[in-house]
């Protein structure tokens, strides 16, 4: 069963566009870049950055997904939200 079209999962406090990159900041303090937003930081097409963020289990394992990881890790990302 889906969630009701109307929920939430994260409150938005304020989201902008500026030189075409979306990004907010949740109500929790937390800043983010919506899909788009980082598929033009990154350089990266549309559907690319689908295939890569929609099927992440099998893309993990490419060499990308391989590089994406490291960063990461290198960045001390554990997996974990802050939330």
């Not at 304020?14 to 949740?26: A, C, H, R, T, W």
């Not at 990266?44 to 990881?69: C, M």
């Amino acid at each position: 069963m889906g969630l009701p079209s109307t929920h939430q999962l994260f409150h938005v406090e304020k989201q902008v566009e500026i030189n075409d990159i979306e990004m907010g900041v949740l109500e929790s303090g937390i800043p983010y870049l919506t899909g788009r937003g980082l598929e033009r930081m990154c350089g990266v097409a549309h559907g690319p950055f689908h295939r890569l963020t929609s099927n992440w289990s099998d893309e993990q394992t490419k060499p990308r997904g391989k590089a994406i990881l490291q960063l990461l890790k290198d960045a001390n990302y554990n997996g974990l939200s802050p939330l």
